[in-house]
């Protein structure tokens, strides 16, 4: 017998967070594809930099000394990515500025997307992973696998364009050709795409 | 989307007025008044008030954590679960101190350890310095054990390098005891240009204007002539003072009180400063 000790920390994930920081970065930049037309790949180390300031700045109150050891970075520029002015920096990035502002343009993105994910409770929401096994038990398998096909199609989506894409995949015993024989045209998202596939299955 | 009340709809979810049993003679000094008839009475609460979150202040040795591990080993041999933050000792430092002070108290051990949780951020860095990692910790042990009672000994710790961020992180913690619905002890240390008969603790005021009340734990060292003439004690001994500060919680007894930690490190509040004075005055 004894005490029950707990000493190790439980929950909450300084990796996890800032990753999705970095995610909604980009997708607040116009998405991944977006940011080639920017021709400018350094952002994308100093994005993950921002994230991890950020994060580590609001979740774990962690001082700018300490932050800057962490990450091998120098105090000053921690404290250039945690005081950005946001609106300063979008203004830029949507062309209103002709200078470029003096603020740390990826901290002001990084700001942007942690009060985003925050104001949304998206941050530290636990993901839920689920291996093919239980996709099998949900009989939901051909759903990842179409998602997987039209990864990168612009919706809406004409039969054309679908045959083309998943072409000979077999679901639940049919074709997929017979499938898209019976479904309206146009389907407007992935989403509708699964339900309408659905309803024929 | 800020929402406003009407005081009416706050009624139902207004905490009830009770005492948290500590151990002490403090069970005593926190009280209510009540209307019997045509005349109001002042009825002792029995321990600190439910839902609170009393900080317990004072320089070193003057028995805060020894207050502590006695309202944990209290609660605990009544039944209640208690979660144990401990910062500055290790946990098997601290199972074998509640071990002597149950048997002391005369408790059964084996119900106390049974009905204490604790989490050891004295050899965790991450606990230590990363506030949200262990307040979700206290968060899972609070839900998994059904705790109802924190100690933080002591919360200083958790900000000991970086007081200026020391009322960010104890309003934190602070706020954290309330949405968990915990009655909280929040052991913190005083710098020593600070005025040891203050609530103020390290961090400056920060921990006293935002917990709910704080008890000033004292010591006098008996060094002159005056002081012997006055206290009736030896020079060189100690005398130990406490003294609710201020609880905004309930009512209490604004004076304070002589007491002493026995041998195997149990609080005994005795008598009132005052009241000791006097006594040693007509004894002499």
């Known amino acids: 017998m004894g005490f029950e000790v707990i000493a190790r920390p439980k929950g909450g994930n300084v990796d996890k967070m800032a990753e999705k920081v970095f995610y909604e970065s980009i997708k607040l930049l116009g998405g991944l594809r977006r940011l080639i037309e920017f021709r400018n790949l350094t952002w994308l180390p100093s994005l993950a930099e921002a994230a991890y300031v950020v994060v580590l700045k609001n979740e774990t109150l962690k001082t700018y000394g300490e932050i800057a050891r962490e990450l091998g970075i120098t105090e000053q520029t921690a404290k250039n990515i945690v005081t950005a002015d946001e609106e300063e920096v979008i203004k830029y990035l949507e062309g209103e500025l002709e200078e470029r502002p003096k603020d740390h343009i990826a901290g002001g993105i990084a700001k942007m997307a942690y009060r985003r994910l925050k104001e949304e409770g998206k941050l530290d929401t636990e993901e839920i992973e689920i291996r093919q096994e239980e996709m099998n038990v949900l009989d939901i398998d051909w759903a990842v696998h179409v998602l997987a096909k039209v990864r990168g199609l612009d919706f809406p989506a004409s039969r054309e364009e679908l045959v083309e894409r998943l072409g000979g995949m077999i679901i639940k015993g049919r074709k997929i050709e017979d499938i898209l024989e019976m479904i309206e045209y146009p389907v407007k998202s992935p989403a509708e795409l699964l339900h309408k596939i659905k309803l024929q299955l | ?284």
Request: glycine share 6%; proline share 4%; net charge neutral.
């Open chain 2, 1 to 284: 989307m800020y929402r406003y009340y009407e005081l009416k709809e706050l009624e139902s979810r207004a905490p009830k007025l009770f005492g948290i049993p500590t151990g002490t003679k403090l069970d005593d000094m926190f009280f209510k008044i009540e209307k019997e008839g045509d005349r109001y009475v002042k009825k002792p609460l029995g321990g600190i008030p439910h839902l609170a979150v009393i900080n317990l202040t004072g320089v070193p040795d003057t028995g805060k954590s020894l207050l502590a591990e006695q309202f944990a080993i209290t609660q605990a041999n009544a039944g209640y679960k208690v979660l144990y933050v401990t910062v500055e000792s290790p946990a098997n430092f601290l199972y074998t101190a509640m071990k002597q002070r149950s048997e002391a108290m005369g408790v059964d051990f084996s119900k106390v350890e049974s009905n204490i949780v604790v989490i050891d951020a004295s050899e965790s860095d991450e606990l230590r310095e990363n506030p949200k990692a262990l307040m979700e910790t206290m968060a899972y042990a609070i839900k998994e054990k059904k705790v109802t009672n924190t100690v933080i000994d002591s919360i200083t710790g958790l900000y000991e390098h970086k007081e200026v961020m020391a009322r960010q992180i104890v309003r934190q913690f602070y706020n954290f005891m309330k949405r968990y619905r915990q009655t909280g002890v929040f052991v913190s240390q005083k710098r020593s240009a600070q005025a040891s008969e203050t609530a103020e603790a390290a961090g400056g005021l920060a921990v006293a204007h935002i917990v709910d009340g704080t008890i000033v734990l004292d010591k006098k060292l008996i060094e002159s002539r005056w002081d012997v003439k006055l206290y009736g004690l030896p020079i060189g001994s100690v005398l130990r003072t406490i003294r609710i500060d201020g609880c905004r919680i309930a009512p209490h007894d604004p004076r304070t009180w002589v007491f002493e930690i026995s041998e195997i490190g149990t609080i005994e509040i005795t008598v009132p400063l005052d009241e000791f004075i006097r006594k040693s005055a007509e004894e002499q």
